[in-house]
């Protein structure tokens, strides 16, 4: 979370607020999350997925399907009334919480994750996979995010 209440770190749009990238081709998986006029999460499952299929243009959106929700799937979400904490199928050993928080423009929604040793403000992932027989099998996955001075910090996570 911010170091400080003054501290304003630019939002993401809830309709994505953070991203996975892969290897195989330029199609992105978005996390949003759904929020009501106070901007808070709605429902049980608030925050979903979906593909940007940016090989087909610039706004073309795919539900990721019962088969992919292995790879990029939630394992779960916990919802208060300030945040939703989710755990990836992927990485269940980081957890991300998604706060969100009102202001005049409409909501600010960040994503915070364990990234390089501390908790940062979580923007994508990298995802790089071989093919496998059935699934393909990740070699590494990069993680992106920001420190509370902006700068931009970097995770490494291998799986050879």
Known sequence: MPACAECEEPGRDPRSVFFVQ???NRNEVH????????????????????WLRLKKGPNVTEA??????AGYGLQRQTVAPEH??????????????????PRRDGCRVIAYMQIAGAERRFERAYVFAEDGLL???????????????GREVHEHLSFD
């Open 31 to 50: 996390y949003g999350i759904r929020l009501d006029a106070a901007c808070r999460p709605v429902g049980d499952d608030p925050v979903y997925n979906y």
């Open 135 to 149: 699934l393909p099998k990740v070699r590494y996955i990069d993680l992106f995010g920001r420190a509370a001075d």
């Open 22 to 24: 892969r290897n195989k």
């Open 84 to 101: 939703v904490d989710v755990v990836m199928r992927a990485l269940p050993k980081r957890p991300i919480r998604i706060v969100s928080t």
């Open 64 to 69: 990721v399907s019962f088969f992919q929700q």
